[in-house]
């Protein structure tokens, strides 16, 4: 219960309170891309598959900051560059992003590879485990690669 921002809620229910902290597409992108993808300037996210406008990037940045999600840090390389980070609250959301990531895969037609879809679900711990292991080492090699249209057209839907 530590970190927790003190204003208004709608309601106590622990669904409520998530999604007024994570209830838009934004915030779980920004998370997917730091958990997933290793990003961790605000140029990145920026430069991300879904073209998100700057001001909107922003103020993410800073909501998740604001409710611990995040940690904005100064560069040991160049003092005027800044990255983020997942807390451990934020790298907590690892199965909720797997499961998001394989339900949609299921459900939806994307770009996700079919045969990396199974093998991640077959081995939630695992990818949930290396996933944690990269935030622990502060690894920012991609754990699963960009869904971007490679032109192919390819997509895919399991049922």
Request: proline share 4%; aromatic share 6%.
């Amino acid at each position: 219960m530590r970190g927790k921002v003190k204003s208004r809620r709608r309601s106590g229910c622990p669904v409520s309170l998530s999604l007024e902290i994570l209830g838009d597409r934004w915030s779980l992108l920004v998370i997917r891309d730091l958990m997933v993808r290793g990003f961790r300037t605000f140029k990145e996210f920026e430069e991300s598959d879904e073209g998100i406008a700057t001001n909107i990037l922003s103020d993410r940045l800073r909501r998740l900051e604001t409710n611990g999600i995040i940690i904005a840090e100064t560069e040991k390389t160049d003092r005027r560059r800044g990255s983020y980070r997942l807390t451990e609250k934020g790298i907590d959301l690892a199965p909720v992003l797997l499961d998001l990531l394989i339900w949609g895969a299921r459900h939806e037609e994307s770009l996700a590879p079919p045969a990396l879809m199974v093998q991640m679900e077959k081995n939630r711990e695992g990818v949930i485990a290396e996933a944690r292991k990269r935030w622990r080492e502060r690894d920012s090699t991609p754990l699963i690669p960009s869904f971007a249209d490679d032109g192919a057209g390819r997509s895919s839907k399991r049922r």
